[in-house]
T-cell receptor, first 112, second 111 residues
Framework: DSGVTQTPKHLITATGQRVTLRCSPRSGDLSVYWYQQSLDQGLQFLIQYYNGEERAKGNILERFSAQQFPDLHSELNLSSLELGDSALYFC???????????FGPGTRLTVT | AQSVSQHNHHVILSEAASLELGCNYSYGGTVNLFWYVQYPGQHLQLLLKYFSGDPLVKGIKGFEAEFIKSKFSFNLRKPSVQWSDTAEYFCAVKGDYKLSFGAGTTVTVRA
């Protein structure tokens, strides 16, 4: 158990819909990273937050957005969903001054 | 259940030394295998991946990995490391529906 939690574990929804994925970092970790793993590709970095502020942005679509709240949990919002958005979505957290990311178990999103 | 084990927690090397990081997995079916690198303060980047075919996979920055199916292993190697290889290295395994990460290995290269 990495200490990073993600909900829900599985999500099935229809095209055009909007979903919210939630991530709670390990206690004391200020940074949250979001990644997408689709089909047979490697992880794609989406976005990073540090203590409530956006720190870095990767290959995140305009239909996607994220935020980090004062209690440091983060939400990834996916809207106008398309079939190609079906993927595993991971978050990871890291403590200031330390090296290693700790991964949550992921949310499996299926868009039908 | 699917799982990934990285044998080394922290590896300290001198520049020009060779590096080998162990990764073993448990899963009964077909897997996709990945090695990722995380430089300090950055997000994960893909070093290399194995889906099928030649079990010796070459990646970026001079890294390679060998898939040995009989040993359920996918060890990462680099013949001569540089100071800039100081980073965290993660092995990951993707089964049918799940992606699992190893705990990571911290590699420190001393100049």
């Amino acid at each position: 158990d990495s200490g990073v939690t993600q909900t829900p574990k599985h999500l099935i929804t229809a095209t055009g819909q909007r979903v919210t994925l939630r991530c709670s970092p390990r206690s004391g970790d200020l940074s949250v990273y979001w990644y997408q793993q689709s089909l047979d590709q490697g992880l794609q970095f989406l976005i990073q937050y540090y203590n409530g502020e956006e720190r870095a942005k990767g290959n995140i679509l305009e239909r996607f957005s994220a935020q980090q709240f004062p209690d440091l949990h983060s939400e990834l919002n996916l809207s106008s969903l398309e079939l190609g958005d079906s993927a595993l979505y991971f978050c990871a957290s890291i403590r200031p001054g330390l090296f290693k990311q700790y991964f949550g178990p992921g949310t499996r999103l299926t868009v039908t | 259940a699917q799982s990934v084990s990285q044998h080394n927690h922290h590896v300290i090397l001198s520049e020009a030394a060779s590096l080998e990081l162990g990764c073993n997995y448990s899963y009964g079916g077909t897997v996709n295998l990945f090695w990722y690198v995380q430089y300090p303060g950055q997000h994960l980047q893909l070093l290399l991946k194995y889906f099928s075919g030649d079990p010796l996979v070459k990646g970026i920055k001079g890294f390679e990995a060998e898939f040995i199916k009989s040993k359920f292993s996918f060890n990462l190697r680099k013949p001569s490391v540089q100071w800039s290889d100081t980073a965290e290295y993660f092995c990951a395994v993707k089964g049918d529906y799940k992606l699992s990460f190893g705990a990571g290995t911290t590699v420190t290269v001393r100049a």
